[in-house]
């Protein structure tokens, strides 16, 4: 069972930035972000590897920034020039070994993006 603890939601102005970070109780594979809007789907935000293979979202590229330190299994999200549009509960993924199925899930962190 792997725990993973987010940090980093809140409240910003259109334009701002926030940074989330997700720690992990043990060494993962795969790490990332998916966000979850009112009346919408889980989408998926941007995941990195163990080895640095980063995948972001269209939505996203070129305003948010993955990036994880393995040594202390954390990944972090770095989110500038937000829009309303990104507005949504952001949940930590992490996926331990490729040869597992099974993934898991923070509790959620809620961004907030006002006018």
């Known amino acids: 069972q792997v725990q993973l603890v987010e940090s980093g939601g809140g409240l910003v102005q259109a334009g701002g930035s926030l940074r989330l970070s997700c720690v992990a109780s043990?060494?993962?594979?795969?790490m990332g972000w998916y966000r979850q809007a009112p009346g919408k789907q889980r989408e998926l935000v941007a995941t990195i590897t163990r080895g640095g293979t980063r995948n972001y979202a269209d939505s996203v590229k070129g305003r948010f920034t993955i990036s994880r330190d393995s040594a202390k299994n954390t990944v972090y999200l770095q989110m500038n020039s937000l829009t309303p549009e990104d507005t949504a509960v952001y949940y930590c993924?992490?996926?331990?070994?490729?040869?597992?199925?099974?993934?898991?899930w923070g509790q959620g962190t809620q961004v907030t993006v006002s006018l």
């Open positions: 993924y992490a996926k331990p070994s490729i040869m597992n199925p099974v993934d898991y």
């Open positions: 043990a060494m993962i594979y795969r």
